[in-house]
């Protein structure tokens, strides 16, 4: 089945679904990798994604515009942050468990709200069209790039300046590191916490828009399938590091898209299997990290703490 368009063609299939399901994981692990970096983890992530799927498509659905969907589930994603932060202020309170139940409470919030939406149809964001070279009808979707991708690219490389090059990337830098030196600078670390989370939990959100706008571009209660989850274990495989989080988007996002582009061009075996390729990824990456005597290159201090 694969003789139709050779063994390049099976690749770009691959490449294709690498970019179009990696797409969401770019957008939630750099913004918990920006959260993660000023020293609080968000494991609410999950549900900033299936609030802003919800609130995305019901915005574009009333506005019949699907751009003021992605805008308003970044605003989602602010809030969730907000609330985030606001939590965890306290030094008492765990920012895991804060996170877990956010993620229920959005989740359940979402699903509430979103009942009167599975039907509809809501517009959906364009994309570009990277395959007009190829004759092959499989190959000219594979290349279909979603405009919120280049978007994602964009964000790679500033926030990596900002974090490295700029007073605010120090400031969140040494927040993460320590709250003691951050204090000793001049720095309040609560309020560095509470934009990072925010900002972090509005990217977040934005992922959750490409879901529903985009890939698989509807809306129903099974539509993230844990990725906010594990965007926080292709954060750490990352190393903290914004272009990192960019590459390994790429391979979980190949890992999820392998057993639909391998159905695509014909092959059918084993589809199961490697469905569950990201969640094999996932487990191996956090077994592989963990150590009890070692700290992991990159991360933030106030973790070792």
């Known amino acids: 089945m694969t003789t139709d368009i050779g063994l390049w063609g099976v690749l770009i299939a691959v490449l294709g679904g690498a ?54 589930a970044a605003g989602s994603g602010v809030v969730l942050g907000f609330l985030h932060a606001f939590l965890c202020q306290n030094k008492r309170v765990s920012h895991i468990a804060v996170g ?25 964001l364009p994309a570009v069209s990277l ?73 977040a959100s934005i992922g959750g828009a490409y879901l529903s706008l985009y890939y698989p571009g509807s809306w129903n209660e099974g539509l993230s399938s844990g990725q906010g989850l594990m965007a926080v274990a292709l954060v750490i495989f990352a190393r903290w590091n914004p272009i990192y989080c960019f590459f390994a988007s790429l391979l979980f996002g190949a890992a999820a898209a392998l057993g639909p582009s391998l159905q695509a061009v014909g092959i059918t ?27 992991l290159e990159g991360m933030p201090g106030e973790f070792t703490r």
Request: charged residues 15%.
């Open 269 to 295: 075996w084993g589809y199961y299997l490697f469905n569950a390729a990201p969640y094999f990824l996932t487990l191996i990456i956090l077994v592989l990290s963990s150590s009890a005597d070692k700290t």
């Open 19 to 72: 970019v179009r399901v990696g797409t969401p994981f770019l957008f939630v692990s750099l913004g918990e990798c920006l959260t993660e970096r000023s020293g609080r983890i968000n494991l609410g992530l999950e549900g900033n994604l299936v609030m802003g799927a919800m609130v995305a498509y019901a915005v574009s659905y009333y506005s019949e515009s699907p751009f003021l969907g992605v805008i308003a």
């Open 131 to 203: 395959g007009l070279w190829s004759d092959s009808p499989i190959i000219q979707a594979a290349m279909e790039i979603n405009v919120l991708f280049f978007i994602g690219i964009a964000i790679v490389p500033v926030l990596y300046f900002v974090l490295k090059n700029t007073r605010w990337g120090l400031m969140v830098r040494v927040a993460g590191e320590s709250d003691s030196a951050a204090r000793a600078l001049g720095f309040d670390s609560r309020k560095i916490r509470w934009a990072s989370t925010m900002i972090g939990g509005a990217m």
């Open 100 to 124: 877990i139940a956010l993620m229920i409470f959005a989740t359940g919030l979402a699903f509430f709200f979103g009942k009167a939406f599975i039907q509809p149809t809501a517009p959906r």
